[in-house]
């Protein structure tokens, strides 16, 4: 069994930074495909990037240049660093694991596990 936990959120004005991070319990870290999605209020979710077992990394464009995503296989973290942040990036961060280590797909769905989520806020 497998249990993911978010940490980091917060509220930060425009254009400033944040770190996210998602603790994994379990055995395996280093072979699971993991990511972050994220839901604002009245929206659907959306996919924001994955990294997988052998740390090759995709975002969705939205983000890309502005988040880097990056695992610590010794330390079973994932990890979500965001700058030059926007009002329209505020939303429930989660973070997300895959058994298929060897993922393609920026997703929201089809993953095995997923974490209660983390909320970031985007403010002047």
């Known amino acids: 069994q497998v249990t993911l936990v978010e940490s980091g959120g917060g509220s930060v004005e425009p254009d400033g930074s944040l770190g996210l991070s998602c603790s994994f319990s379990g055995l395996g870290f280093s072979d699971y495909c993991m990511g972050w999605f994220r839901q604002a209020p009245l929206k659907g979710p959306e996919a924001v990037a994955i990294i997988t077992n052998d740390f090759n990394t995709r975002y969705t464009t939205a983000v890309k240049g502005r988040f880097t995503i990056s695992r610590d296989n010794a330390k079973n973290t994932l990890y979500l660093q965001m700058a030059s942040l926007k009002p329209e990036d505020s939303a429930m961060y989660y973070c997300?694991?895959?058994?298929?280590?060897?993922?393609?797909?920026?997703?929201?769905?089809?993953?095995?596990?997923r974490g209660q989520g983390t909320q970031v806020t985007v403010s002047s």
């Open positions: 997300a694991a895959d058994r298929d280590g060897t993922c393609v797909t920026v997703r929201t769905t089809g993953w095995d596990y």
